[in-house]
């Protein structure tokens, strides 16, 4: 089965400096994708970025970038330069080719907790 | 460009009465649609999607419902409401099935049914 596990439940980062939010998976599919989203307090999940699994270069967009290790089945993703309002959860998730008749869901992790203090 | 909207934005409703969330999805045609409940601390839990107009698959067995009249109009429904309905319900959409297809959301739904 697949299964996304975030194992920091709330983290600190001093603002202005870069931050790594931990990101394994499990799955026994070659081709998937990898996802990290941004819920901030109002609610809505705000899409950051995507990986592929057979993309050879770490996905980068702005301040956001993943690192991707595909052998030790890791997506971290890195936010540099933290703002204040990076403060938010932030979930893993990942889409695979579909199991059980699913179109392709996305499966998600329990999220972290990023408090960007001033 | 695409949005997504979703309403009611809040919502507090007793036990055993009806409930009915629409998500609209503008910009785009034939998307797949995509209801989601987020408990409170935790992560998304995927409840139905649906590929076409009166199209829907069912990931977890419930008391709730979905609906698709209309290609871009995607509605959530009960009969009668739990205290387990309470929650937040996220609708999302995506041009396709493919995992290389990100799936974006709307603002949410809180419901609190007491």
């Known amino acids: 089965a697949q299964k996304i596990t975030q194992t920091q439940p709330g983290m600190f980062v001093q603002e202005k400096e870069a931050v790594t939010l931990d990101c394994t998976y499990d799955?026994?599919?070659?081709?998937?994708?990898l996802f990290w989203y941004k819920q901030p307090s109002s609610g809505e999940m705000i899409f950051l970025i995507y990986?592929?699994?057979?993309?050879?270069q770490n996905a980068t967009e702005g301040r956001y970038s993943l690192n991707f290790q595909k052998a030790r089945k890791s997506a971290n993703l890195v936010i540099s330069a933290s703002q204040l309002g990076d403060s938010a959860m932030y979930f893993c998730?990942?889409?695979?080719?579909?199991?059980?008749?699913?179109?392709?869901?996305?499966?998600f992790g329990k999220g972290t907790k990023l408090s960007v203090k001033p | 460009s695409q949005t997504i909207h979703q309403w009611p934005a809040t919502l507090v409703q007793p036990v055993g009465s009806p409930l009915s969330l629409e998500c609209t999805v503008e910009?785009?045609?034939?998307?797949?649609l995509y209801w989601y409940r987020q408990a409170a601390g935790r992560g998304l839990q995927l409840l139905f999607y649906s590929v076409g107009i009166g199209q829907i698959s069912s990931e977890v067995p419930q008391n709730l419902s979905a609906s698709r009249p209309q290609d871009r109009q995607f509605i959530l429904s009960s009969k009668k409401l739990l205290l387990s309905d309470s929650g937040f319900y996220l609708c999302a959409w995506s041009r396709g099935v493919s995992n290389r297809e990100t799936q974006y959301f709307g603002p949410g739904t809180r419901l609190l049914v007491l």
């Open positions: 799955t026994s599919d070659q081709s998937y994708g």
């Open positions: 910009g785009t045609s034939n998307p797949n």
């Open positions: 990986q592929g699994s057979y993309d050879e």
């Open positions: 998730a990942m889409r695979g080719l579909g199991y059980g008749g699913s179109q392709g869901n996305l499966i």
